[in-house]
């Protein structure tokens, strides 16, 4: 069973300390399958995936989520992933982030996985892009971010 979400909840835990962006990624896979991180490879960083076009299913740690544009999965440092592409391709935007919180801010959201339905909306799409451009541009945002630049991955 899917645990349901408290988005309120969800903004204050990402409200309370600063989040540190790690990298934006636009990403295109091919149909397939991929083994994105493994046991002994665990995800580095916690991350949300926008799905953007086509179809593909997101498995962190043993549990599917199924994304299509409007959806948006979080996967949390740690995790294991295998990503099973549709046959159209799959097109999607991922943010890989951490949260600084107080100490006596227990884990939370971040430490769990879960998808958000957000409808498709246009301007979501723009922000990333917009986000995209800002980690990659020479700046305060991009200096502290060690990826740069849009990645085309066909194998994670």
Not at 32 to 43: A, K, L, V
Not at 99 to 117: I, K, N, Q, R
Request: hydrophobic letters at 35%; one cysteine or more; proline letters at 8%.
């Amino acid at each position: 069973m899917i645990p349901i979400l408290d988005l309120n909840e969800l903004a204050r835990q990402m409200s309370v300390g600063a989040v540190d962006i790690h990298g934006v990624y636009l990403t295109s896979l091919c149909p397939g399958r991929y083994f994105g991180h493994t046991p002994s490879q665990p995800t580095p960083y916690a991350g949300f995936v926008f799905a953007l076009r086509g179809q593909a299913v997101f498995t962190f740690n043993g549990t599917p989520y199924e994304l299509t544009p409007g959806l948006v999965a979080h996967g949390a440092k740690g995790m294991t992933l295998r990503v099973d592409v549709g046959s159209s391709g799959f097109d999607y935007a991922l943010v890989h982030y951490t949260l600084s919180a107080p100490p006596e801010e227990p884990e939370g959201y971040t430490g769990a996985h879960f998808v958000l339905e957000t409808g498709i909306n246009p301007s979501i799409t723009e922000l990333l892009h917009m986000l995209e451009s800002s980690v990659t541009t020479p700046g305060h945002l991009q200096a502290g971010c060690p990826h740069q630049g849009i990645v085309l991955q066909h194998d994670l």
